[in-house]
């Protein structure tokens, strides 16, 4: 059964730092892409960054600010979050794709205090 687990959310106060990962279990192969979306209070469900061979797409809101990475081998993929602002506070989920199905990690909150 394939699983994403996330790990690194927490609170931090604007301007600051926080890393993500998050590491699929239950394949061999490396998934096809791998990323993150967040999703904050009253609000749906948005892409934050995804990297799809070997290429990585950010949200216009978050370039030169955050930015993915995936190191395929072991099926992680991280997220450095730089100069976090207020607005940035939501769960944040991993995302990942394998044998055209969609799978996703049960997320991790990041809050964002001014």
Known sequence: QVQLVESGGGSVRAGGSLRLSCTASGIIL???SMGWYRQAPGKQRELVAIVT???S???DSVKGRFTVA????RN?????????????TAV???YGIHADTDYWG?????????
């Open 106 to 114: 049960k997320g991790t909150l990041v809050t964002v205090s001014a």
């Open 92 to 94: 944040y989920y991993c």
């Open 57 to 59: 797409t950010h949200a």
């Open 76 to 88: 992680t993929v991280y997220l450095q979050m730089n100069s976090l602002r207020p607005e940035d």
């Open 70 to 73: 995936r190191d395929g081998a």
């Open 53 to 55: 061979s070997g290429r």
């Open 30 to 32: 490396s998934m096809k």
